[in-house]
């Protein structure tokens, strides 16, 4: 199982700010953890529900972390053990997977101690206990830059450090029920301070029907983007990137298909020499796609680099797509797990495509949702 931590940590220069700058600067805030199920993250080792729009640590020992790994962010996470004493879990921050016979990462981790809430394990950071309500909700402000972090309990100041090493990893939870009892966590958002928005919610700005007007078939509300299905065209980036990390959400219905596009002119063309690449969109698991070649899974490199795992959730549920590209090589994460790292070396069909060009929503004439769509370029 190939995964890693480190696919975009190539942004940590990018931005080495104050943190009055971070808390101004917008980056890409969004939820991550939607309250309903556990779309967006991965569990490891324990057992972890939600129940009443909280995500429960209901038994086990293990790990519950994001689908992405973070550089640069902010974290808002409110928590509250349900133990009435001798509490213990933990909160992780750019934490690398753990090791085979672990239960959880080395570091870095925000204890959740009884007694000892909000310290830093392994550093001489303690937090103030009298900043904290014993059995109640409370609520963590982490701010991440660099090898600087920063701490806030309940909107007062705790510590602040310099001395982070790991440049990125994954937001996790520790579940420690034997020992510490269940914990809620509820309202966890991030702002990603590299990441910048491509879709704003509510209208196509920054996107163009590709020789059509893309409002014969692509819609926005709510937040969501939706390709109907009807007769048009593929939706176009009016603007052309080279190097990037692209983030976004997709849902599909029974059998749907879609794919991203990386890199393409103008007319779209994903194939052959002189042309971007197709990232595929599908419901793998659907008797209509029985006899798929290996390089047609979901997340694949269309015709080049298969997909080494297939991990699409049940139809109806979001997905996470993360497609990185650095000079002619395509590293693709989905729903956590890294399925293609396709270099020139062993893809030398990538040598002939295009370094720079438009990103691109197709429309297979079926209805697929999209949405949280962002990117950090170098």
Known sequence: MLRTTSTFAWLCFAFYGSLTQARDDAGFRHTIFNGANLDGW????????????????????????????????ILEIEWRPLREEKWDSGIYIRAALPSENEHWPQQYQINLLQGHEGNLIGQPLAANPDLVK???????????????????????????TNSL????????????????????????????????SLFNGTDLTGWEG????????????????????????????????????????????????????????????????GAGVEVQILDDKSTRYKDLKPYQFSGSVYAIA???????????????????????????????????????????????RRSKGFLGLQNHSEEVWFRNLRLATQ
């Open 42 to 73: 991965n569990v490891t080792g324990c057992d972890a529900q939600v129940t009443n729009g909280s995500l429960l640590l209901q038994d086990g020992n293990g790990f519950v972390r994001t689908n992405h790994a973070y550089t640069d962010f």
């Open 306 to 352: 298969p997909a080494r795992q297939h991990v699409g959730l049940p139809v109806g549920h979001w997905n996470t797509l993360e497609i990185h590209c650095t000079a002619k090589n395509y590293v693709v994460t989905h729903n956590g797990i890294v399925i293609v790292a396709a270099q020139t070396a062993e893809f030398p069909e990538l040598m002939e």
């Open 210 to 273: 590709a020789g059509q007007d893309a409002a014969l078939c692509w819609k926005a509300a709510g937040g969501e983007l939706l390709c109907t299905g009807d007769q048009g065209p593929w939706l176009r980036s009016l603007a052309e990137y080279d190097d990037f990390n692209l983030r976004l959400e997709y849902r599909l219905r029974d059998g749907g298909n879609s794919g991203v596009y990386l890199r393409v002119p103008a007319d779209g063309n994903h194939h052959g020499e």
């Open 165 to 196: 090493e790991a440049l990125s990893g994954y937001i996790g939870l520790q579940s420690e029920v034997p020992g510490g009892g269940q914990f809620l966590f509820r309202n966890i958002a991030i702002t990603e301070l590299h990441h910048q």
């Open 134 to 160: 014993p059995g109640d909700w409370n609520h963590f402000k982490l701010t991440v830059i660099g090898p600087h972090a920063e701490l806030e309990i309940n909107g007062h100041f705790a510590w602040e």
